[in-house]
């Protein structure tokens, strides 16, 4: 409707609801356990450490460190994460979909090749290639990916429309699923033989 404004994630009522497990020490505020704001520190909304470079020893050779709620308690009801994703030569963050929140990247160091796909019908691929300093920006549910091209280490930072904004990698989610997808329905949905699937099938479980 024109006009009304639309939110991803509730708007809090009050200045800070830092999360907390026990409801010993909490007050119920905004549909939400909270710690007892007499009993907030500045930890409650701090972190350390994110300059620091993460391994990319890994088959992807990439690194996201996502800071979310879970992590930074303060970040409840306040809509927002953060992440670094570090990148060794010709490393790879995957296509994935953060299902609850829209993605800002900038680039600090290296060259990244991003890009991402719109929704059906059209599924235009938009893409660019960014150098330090650029920064690109991931519309919320859409299937998106960075890709380091440079033969140097790459490193970003991303902000995120989301306490949790979600993650679904969409390689692993589909052929890593818990238990199985039937290989019948994978083989009908990609158009590969049945040996092909569950290959893939073995080597995302």
Not at 6 to 29: I, K, R
Not at 71 to 84: E, S, Y
Not at 173 to 201: R, Y
Request: net charge neutral; glycine share 8%; proline share 8%.
């Amino acid at each position: 409707m024109k006009g009304v404004p639309n939110h991803l994630d509730p708007a809090p009522l009050q200045d800070f609801c830092v999360a907390v497990n026990s409801s010993t020490e909490a007050v119920f505020v905004n549909g939400k356990f909270c710690k007892d704001p007499k009993l907030v520190t500045p930890n409650d909304f701090f972190f350390t450490g994110l300059n620091t470079p993460r391994s990319t020893s890994n088959l992807l050779r990439s690194n996201v460190t996502l800071l979310q709620v879970d992590r930074i308690l303060g970040l409840n009801t306040l809509g927002i994460a953060l992440a670094r994703i570090d990148f060794a030569p010709y490393g790879l963050n995957p296509p994935h979909i953060h299902p609850r929140g829209t993605e800002i990247l900038v680039v600090v160091e290296g060259t990244l090749y991003v890009g991402f796909v719109t929704s059906n019908p059209e599924n235009r691929f938009i893409t660019k290639t960014l150098n330090a300093g650029d920064v690109f920006v991931f519309p919320i549910g859409l299937i998106h990916f960075q890709f380091n091209v440079g033969t140097t280490n790459a490193v970003a930072f991303a902000g995120l429309s989301s306490q949790n904004p979600g993650l679904i990698v969409i390689a692993k989610n589909i052929f890593g699923a818990n238990p199985p997808i039937n290989p019948d329905v994978l083989v009908k949905a990609f158009q590969l033989d049945t040996n092909v699937v569950e290959s893939l099938q073995k080597k995302f479980a």
